[in-house]
């Protein structure tokens, strides 16, 4: 079956840096349009950032120009690279295949920051 594993979460001071990792299994990984969400305490889940087969990319307004999402077909793998960190992006991160109405999700992996 499908499985989306999360890792790379972590506690991390303003202004930092973290690099989440998302490995796929049991899926055609190449033809997936992927995501990654997040969920804040309190919050409705919210999408960060996606990518396509093609590779065409999309950012929330809230992380452009400090997020940058990337995948890597032959690992089967997604990335999100996450600079100049702010408070505000605490929130447990999840991945998605292909879409969030049918799509299938990780578990998730806290991002904390914070100093």
């Known amino acids: 079956q499908v499985q989306l594993v999360e890792s790379g979460g972590g506690l991390v001071q303003p202004g930092g840096s973290l690099r989440l990792s998302c490995a796929a299994s049991?899926?055609?990984?190449?033809?997936?349009?992927m995501g990654w969400y997040r969920q804040a305490p309190g919050k409705q889940r919210e999408l960060v950032a996606s990518?396509?087969?093609?590779?065409?990319?999309n950012y929330a307004d809230s992380v452009k120009g400090r997020f940058t999402i990337s995948r890597d077909n032959a690992k089967k793998s997604v990335y999100l690279q996450m600079n100049s960190l702010k408070p505000e992006d605490t929130a447990v991160y999840y991945c998605n295949a292909g879409g969030s109405a049918t799509g299938y999700w990780g578990k998730g992996t806290l991002v904390t920051v914070s100093s």
């Open positions: 049991g899926m055609m990984f190449r033809i997936f349009f």
């Open positions: 990518i396509s087969s093609g590779e065409n990319t």
